[in-house]
């Protein structure tokens, strides 16, 4: 088994973005692995000045991981401000994390050119989280293709503690999965947070279902065969149907006679029907607040052990120790 790290923020409500690009692959992982795997509220800081709003969605990503699958007695999942350690690590990493390597991040230009406040924890981002996944030993961090740069900041800042103060830190893949790496929004876009065009994994009722109408799709008229190959529907179509449902949708775009409605309703009742068990066991997990600030009281627990002796080394390494 290989020890794996992965993280989510709490700056908004999980998206089949996040699902497919990173928590299912994730999941998929917890057997036969060591899987640490935590809600990045630090992170979320960056961008959620509002103290209640941050309190809340943390907890919402804790019960939608958990009704997702996650299974706290073999994966370590906690939040991210329960193991402060962290934040030391950050600081030594940063020591040695030229201002350039920041400078060229995607995420971070992209953020400023849309008019983000550029504070200095969305510029220092990639070392928190460089330090997230080095604290832990990571060894496989399964991501999205937007957190691939990111994961190359993170092998390169080990790769210089390492030659500065020896074989101390484990060097980090990154685990992108080629199908899933960017799972598009309503407009065809990367589907996340911050371009307004997501959708849910636990959306509700009609605002759900008009989100579905409003996915951008070519204007082939209704008796026209269409491409499935470019439909953004389609491609969130495969995500969740059988081989066969899939091949069935396809012919009938090939076939023409069907208009794009049809093809949106039936991506809407797969999405209600592929997340429903995980619908039923979130509306559980909400009954039980006490439960699931357990799990992840005694996820913090067994992180910060793993976290205290890494950092131990690094402090000696450095020479604070
Ligand atoms: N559209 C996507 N396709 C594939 N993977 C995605 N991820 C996010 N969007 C997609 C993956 O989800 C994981 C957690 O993401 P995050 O918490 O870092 O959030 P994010 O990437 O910041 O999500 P957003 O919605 O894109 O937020 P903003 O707009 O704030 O940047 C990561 O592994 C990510 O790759």
Avoid at 84 to 95: G, K, P, R
Avoid at 135 to 141: K, R, T
Avoid at 240 to 253: D, S
């Amino acid at each position: 088994g290989k020890r794996i790290l992965s993280g989510v923020q709490s700056s908004g409500t999980l998206h089949i973005g996040n699902y497919f690009g990173m928590m299912r692959p994730s999941l998929s992982l917890q057997e036969g692995n060591d899987c640490y795997y935590f809600i990045a509220n630090y992170h979320a800081l960056t961008q959620l000045p509002d103290p209640a709003l941050l309190r809340q969605r943390t907890f919402d990503v804790a019960v939608d991981f958990l009704a997702c699958g996650l299974n706290p007695d073999t994966t370590v999942f906690f939040r991210q401000s329960d193991v402060t350690e962290v934040q030391e690590l950050t600081w030594i990493l940063s020591c040695l994390t030229p201002v350039g390597l920041l400078e060229r991040c995607h995420s971070y230009k992209d953020k400023l050119a849309r008019g983000m406040e550029a504070n200095h924890g969305l510029f220092a981002y990639p070392v928190l989280m460089a330090a997230d996944i080095l604290l832990y030993n990571s060894q496989l961090v399964p991501v999205g293709k937007d957190q691939k740069q990111h994961l190359e900041v993170t092998r390169d800042i080990a790769i210089r503690f390492n030659n500065r103060y020896g074989d101390i830190l484990t060097v980090p893949e990154a685990m992108i999965q080629e199908d899933v790496a960017v799972i598009p929004g309503l407009d065809g876009q990367k589907m996340s947070k911050s371009y307004d065009n997501t959708i849910e994994i636990f959306g509700e009722g009609k605002p759900i279902r008009q989100k579905f109408m409003k996915i951008i799709t070519d204007s082939t008229p209704m008796e026209e065969p269409k491409n499935p190959d470019t439909c953004n529907v389609f491609a969130l179509y495969k995500l969740m149907a059988t081989p066969e449902e899939q091949a069935e949708l396809r012919q009938r775009y090939l076939a023409g006679n069907m208009g794009y409605g049809h093809a949106k309703q039936a991506l809407f009742d797969k999405y209600s029907e592929f997340f429903a068990p995980m619908r039923e066991r979130r509306k559980q997990l909400l009954e039980k607040p006490q439960l699931v600030e357990d799990v992840l009281q005694d996820g913090a627990a067994r992180a910060r052990k793993v976290a205290q002796q890494t950092l131990q080394r690094v402090r000696q390494a450095v020479g604070l120790a």
